[in-house]
């Protein structure tokens, strides 16, 4: 299998309780209790995502030709989308909801206040998460619960 032959899974959850296992020509189907599955994800995998389940392939190349990896998503919110050529304003807010679904985080309000709770512990984890290097792979989302 080559990677463009990479298969979603699509009613899989995209969490799981165990150790990561990738097998042939396909996304990650599990990884380290709890945390997202996407963090692994190639770009093909995302490319896969956008017209699988998004549903707006046109905007397949601009993911593939900007390298967005599931890691990637962490960072792509809705400012960043234009730079990439996601340009429709309903199609943005199409990208965001979904990135924020798939990785299981909450809108964060504007108008938020200190004085509030601490916010999710997933939010605050893939926060961390962003960098690449031995120290950001080296967190876990159990130290932030």
Known sequence: NSPSSTVYFPNMSPYSGSSSVTTPGSRPVSSRAGEPVALMWTVDDV???????????????????????????????????????????????????AIRELLGVELIPWDRSIADPPRDPMGLFLEQRRPTGPWADSIRLEHFK
């Open 47 to 97: 490319c896969n995502w956008v017209e699988d389940e998004v549903g707006l392939s046109q905007y397949k190349a601009c993911f593939s030709d900007n390298f967005i990896t599931g890691r990637k998503l962490i960072l792509l919110d809705a400012s960043h989308m234009p730079a990439i050529g996601i340009t429709d304003f309903q199609h943005i807010l199409v990208f965001s909801s």
